[in-house]
């Protein structure tokens, strides 16, 4: 028997090496819970802290007062199982022998795709300062907009309209997009368009951290997140140390050895995009012979997996498809036409998602407006798509009209 009647409460699962046993581990665990002021009032009932010993390698220990592994109630509850299932999915939890005859080999996403629908859908957190949190598997939640500022004289559709000559310009351009409604404003200092060439670490900075400086001083934007859209972890730590809150690597952390490593020990949210090559490169390598869903799922996880290795916690990445990243106009449809399906990737379930179809190429070949700035009604489609599939964030260059786009487009599919 359980409290139903309980306050929300965060459930995590995380794996540790230790030197201690079984016993004397739970007995550190509840040295910690004391610590830190638990007080056992109603059993199964809340409570402000609760560690326990899930499992201990594949050991199996039923023959004690005071702890079993695996833990008695896991299989039964999905507040454990699920945060599990983001780490081992396909693995068989060990049992006793009393129970190995009915579980055929089940493993904890079978156990968890057994149990009732919760009345209320459990969903992972992502944190983004100072106060975004995101909740990719809410059926219910709202989609953020992220405005774009390049500092570029070159980006495909707003080169030039931007710079460090004209922080002024650049400040109000921050206070529209937050007074239409945008709740990220990402800042970036190198076009990353198809061909582009590549600027230096110091001419990137001289463009960007003026921007950061700049927006972080203004009242209006306060309580906005601020990313500092690069590949390099030199210009992500300045950014950072400027007032960034985010990063936005369009390599997914393949540019710059140091990139992912720079996110985990800043302990700050990362945006791995799914790109191939070089924007000098990109291009030639828009092969997907084993299928187009499958092979960006299969690489973003690969990029999720380094990612974690590095040390940036699960609940600090957002991904992104990388669309026109190494994909023609066949692929970004669908990539768009599919995009619950690539969210399902059992490897990236749960992970929330950032979309960038804004004013892009595809969107003019299939319209005929060549001029980049007059694709909004192309975009306005790619978002209502976007939202459908599960995106938790769009990121646009026409806040204002993206985000009545994205408030439409919530009350359709998000309630």
């Given at each position: 028997?359980?409290?139903?009647?309980?306050?929300?409460?965060?459930?995590?699962?995380?794996?540790?090496?230790?030197?201690?046993?079984p016993h004397k581990l739970?007995?550190?665990l509840k040295?910690?819970?004391?610590?830190?002021?638990?007080?056992?009032?109603?059993d199964?009932?809340?409570?402000?802290?609760?560690?326990?010993?899930l499992?201990?390698?594949?050991?199996?220990?039923?023959?004690?007062?005071?702890?079993?592994?695996?833990?008695?109630?896991?299989?039964e509850?999905?507040f454990?199982?699920?945060?599990?299932?983001?780490?081992?999915?396909?693995?068989?939890p060990p049992?006793?022998?009393?129970?190995?005859?009915?579980?055929k080999?089940?493993?904890?996403?079978?156990?968890?795709?057994q149990l009732?629908?919760?009345?209320?859908?459990?969903?992972?957190?992502?944190p983004?300062?100072?106060?975004?949190?995101?909740?990719?598997?809410s059926p219910?939640?709202?989609?953020h907009?992220?405005?774009?500022?390049?500092?570029?004289?070159?980006?495909?559709?707003?080169?030039?309209?931007?710079s460090?000559?004209?922080?002024?310009?650049?400040a109000?351009?921050?206070s529209?997009?937050t007074?239409?409604?945008?709740t990220?404003?990402?800042v970036?200092?190198?076009?990353?368009?198809?061909?582009?060439?590549?600027?230096?670490a110091e001419?990137?900075?001289?463009?960007?951290?003026?921007?950061?400086?700049?927006?972080?001083?203004?009242?209006?934007?306060?309580?906005?997140?601020?990313s500092?859209?690069?590949y390099r972890?030199?210009?992500?730590?300045?950014?950072?140390?400027?007032?960034?809150d985010?990063i936005?690597?369009?390599?997914?952390?393949?540019?710059?050895s140091?990139?992912?490593g720079?996110?985990?020990?800043?302990?700050?949210?990362?945006?791995?995009?799914?790109?191939?090559?070089?924007?000098?490169?990109m291009?030639?390598?828009?092969?997907?012979?084993?299928?187009?869903?499958?092979?960006?799922?299969?690489?973003l996880?690969?990029?999720v997996?380094?990612?974690?290795?590095?040390?940036?916690r699960r609940?600090?990445?957002?991904?992104?498809?990388?669309?026109?990243?190494?994909?023609?106009q066949k692929?970004?449809?669908?990539?768009?036409?599919?995009?619950?399906?690539?969210?399902?990737?059992?490897?990236?379930?749960g992970?929330p998602?950032?979309?960038?179809?804004?004013?892009?190429?595809?969107?003019?070949?299939?319209?005929?407006?060549?001029?980049?700035?007059?694709?909004?009604?192309?975009?306005?489609a790619?978002?209502?798509?976007?939202?459908?599939?599960?995106?938790d964030i769009?990121r646009?260059?026409?806040?204002?009209?993206?985000?009545?786009?994205?408030?439409?487009?919530?009350?359709?599919?998000?309630c």
């Amino acid at each position: 028997m359980y409290v139903l009647e309980q306050n929300r409460f965060l459930n995590g699962v995380c794996e540790v090496e230790t030197d201690l046993s079984p016993h004397k581990l739970l007995n550190e665990l509840k040295a910690i819970e004391k610590h830190l002021g638990r007080q056992k009032i109603v059993d199964k009932g809340p409570r402000n802290i609760d560690l326990d010993v899930l499992l201990y390698d594949s050991r199996v220990l039923d023959d004690s007062p005071t702890l079993s592994v695996p833990h008695k109630f896991m299989l039964e509850r999905e507040f454990v199982l699920r945060p599990l299932c983001d780490l081992i999915p396909t693995a068989v939890p060990p049992l006793p022998d009393s129970q190995l005859s009915t579980s055929k080999g089940k493993t904890y996403q079978g156990y968890l795709s057994q149990l009732p629908v919760s009345s209320v859908p459990l969903s992972s957190l992502t944190p983004i300062p100072p106060s975004i949190t995101l909740s990719a598997s809410s059926p219910s939640r709202t989609t953020h907009v992220m405005g774009i500022i390049n500092v570029t004289p070159d980006s495909f559709s707003d080169g030039g309209l931007h710079s460090v000559e004209n922080l002024s310009f650049i400040a109000k351009t921050a206070s529209d997009f937050t007074s239409q409604g945008a709740t990220i404003l990402d800042v970036g200092g190198q076009s990353t368009r198809p061909g582009a060439t590549p600027i230096s670490a110091e001419e990137e900075l001289a463009r960007v951290i003026p921007v950061i400086q700049t927006l972080r001083k203004l009242p209006s934007a306060a309580n906005i997140s601020l990313s500092i859209d690069t590949y390099r972890a030199s210009v992500a730590r300045v950014a950072l140390d400027a007032g960034a809150d985010m990063i936005n690597d369009v390599t997914g952390g393949r540019g710059d050895s140091n990139m992912l490593g720079t996110a985990a020990t800043r302990h700050v949210p990362i945006i791995l995009t799914h790109s191939r090559g070089t924007p000098e490169t990109m291009s030639q390598l828009a092969t997907y012979p084993e299928g187009m869903i499958e092979t960006v799922g299969r690489e973003l996880a690969e990029r999720v997996k380094e990612a974690e290795r590095a040390g940036v916690r699960r609940w600090h990445i957002i991904l992104d498809p990388g669309l026109g990243f190494a994909k023609g106009q066949k692929q970004n449809l669908e990539l768009l036409r599919d995009f619950d399906r690539l969210r399902s990737t059992p490897a990236l379930r749960g992970l929330p998602w950032l979309v960038g179809p804004s004013r892009k190429g595809f969107i003019g070949r299939i319209t005929g407006v060549e001029e980049p700035s007059r694709r909004g009604w192309g975009t306005a489609a790619t978002i209502t798509a976007a939202v459908q599939g599960g995106a938790d964030i769009v990121r646009v260059h026409d806040v204002k009209e993206m985000v009545q786009v994205a408030k439409m487009a919530d009350a359709i599919w998000r309630c």
